[in-house]
């Protein structure tokens, strides 16, 4: 049975990351035991799932303790996966595809969240993620960003990276645009309070700024891929070399979960406010991300190709390398 792990977050630099902990075996637990796992998480809607398996029970059905750390985002979980101080973690897949190429033993095991043209947020100007300016800023289209600082949650990730693609198709030089990192939970009063120029928002984050008056710029999810693969779970390659029948038993409950965020939406609505800050009102009316069971390879091929001709990759990287059994 693997042991208890801190639950405090532990950022640790990717060079060391390399270095793998060995944990665990490959044996599943005995019979009323319980594996203990620690996930890292973002506090957005995008893992809701997550905590809706937790309270359904699908994790403890097979032998799991999961134990959620929220952190800042995939780039910092990323590391502290790699270094075994979480055994999965939740990453927009441009993270992900950056660390496989620079070397990090990453593999995804279960598709976290996308987009599609039916998931979109309750405004109807706005996405699901989207980058969005106060009601008194200058900037009135996306062609108003140049010069100017949007804020994304942490740097070189999926939001920048769509953002900068979204704006080339636009004819638009994404060179003249800067970025800078932010909380997600931070943004709403930074844009209101004029202290950034936008910021990119992620839902319950757009109906906060809508409601206060926000206005949306670039739907940079929607421009670049109607039906975006965003995100993954993702664990170390050691790690799960060593522990393919827990990983399995995750990758089941995982699938349950999936399943029933995608078919409950008002649970999903419900389960928000246990982890994030936004109130029972504004969970009621927030747009919902796509769950889907299964991996949208297309999509990941654009998300290569654009982190690519941005310069993010050390080594090439193809879609088989990233999803694990492949």
Known sequence: MLTKLRKTPVVIAAAAALALTACGGD?????????????????????????????????????IELEPVLAAGGAA????????????????NVSLIIGVSKGLPLQMVAPGVGISPDNRSSNPD??????????????????????RT???NTLN??????????????????????????????????????RIDAAWACEPFVTRLMDNGGRVILDNYAKTDPNLSVASYFAADQWAQ??????????RAMDKSMKYAAENPDA???????YTSIDADAANRIGLPAFPDDFNEASLEKLIQ???????????????????DQ
């Open 150 to 152: 949007i804020a994304v």
């Open 306 to 324: 654009y982190s690519e001709e941005q310069g993010l990759l050390g080594e090439p990287v193809t879609v088989q390398q990233l999803i694990a």
């Open 268 to 274: 999903v609505r419900g389960v928000l406010t246990d």
């Open 27 to 63: 044996a599943a637990p005995a019979e009323g035991e319980t594996t203990q796992l620690t996930i890292g998480l973002i506090p957005i809607v995008d893992v809701a799932p997550v905590y809706l398996g937790i309270q359904e029970g699908y994790f403890e059905e097979e032998g």
């Open 157 to 194: 990730n999926i939001g920048d990276v769509t953002i900068k693609a979204a704006l080339e198709s636009e004819g638009i030089d994404p060179s003249t645009v800067n970025f800078t990192e932010l909380p997600f939970p931070d943004m709403p009063a930074a844009v209101e309070q004029n």
């Open 242 to 251: 060593q522990n393919p029948e827990v990983l399995a038993a995750f990758k």
């Open 77 to 92: 979980i990323v590391p502290a996966v790699t270094s075994n101080s979480y055994q999965i973690g939740f990453s927009n």
């Open 126 to 147: 706005a996405g699901y993620c989207s980058v969005i300016t106060s009601a008194d800023s200058p900037i009135q289209s996306t062609a108003d960003l140049s010069g």
